[in-house]
Nanobody, 118 residues
Framework: QVQVVESGGGLVQPGGSLRLSCAAS???????????WGWYRQAPGKQRDLVAR???????NYADSVKGRFTISRDNAAYTVYLQMNSLKSEDTADYYC?????????WGQGTQVTVSS
């Protein structure tokens, strides 16, 4: 079992920045079975879409809509992944969810809200 907790959301003006954090915790066996981390977002009335993902080997991919603006990174020792979001736009407004993949299961956090508005 892995617990996933996101933080760092909030209200920001267009053009601003936010950094989201995703911390995982659980048994040592669970932590060593993590194969990847992902950030997803879901706007009202829309499906949940991938924003960025980083796998255990360091491979990274981004949604086209955030390339060049968002950066995913991780702190292996702290079992934490970050999403640095720059040049935010109103269309980035959504609930952001972190997921942690292990060899057998995908775990989700409760989400953190990001609102981009003037």
């Amino acid at each position: 079992q892995v617990q996933v907790v996101e933080s760092g959301g909030g209200l920001v003006q267009p053009g601003g920045s936010l950094r989201l954090s995703c911390a995982a915790s659980g048994s040592i066996r669970s932590m060593f079975s993590i194969t990847g981390w992902g950030w997803y977002r879901q706007a009202p009335g829309k499906q949940r879409d991938l924003v960025a993902r980083i796998d255990s080997g360091g491979g990274i991919n981004y949604a086209d809509s955030v390339k060049g603006r968002f950066t995913i990174s991780r702190d292996n020792a702290a079992y934490t992944v970050y999403l640095q979001m720059n040049s935010l736009k109103s269309e980035d407004t959504a609930d952001y969810y972190c997921n942690v993949d292990t060899v057998s299961t995908r775990y989700w956090g409760q989400g953190t809200q990001v609102t981009v508005s003037s």
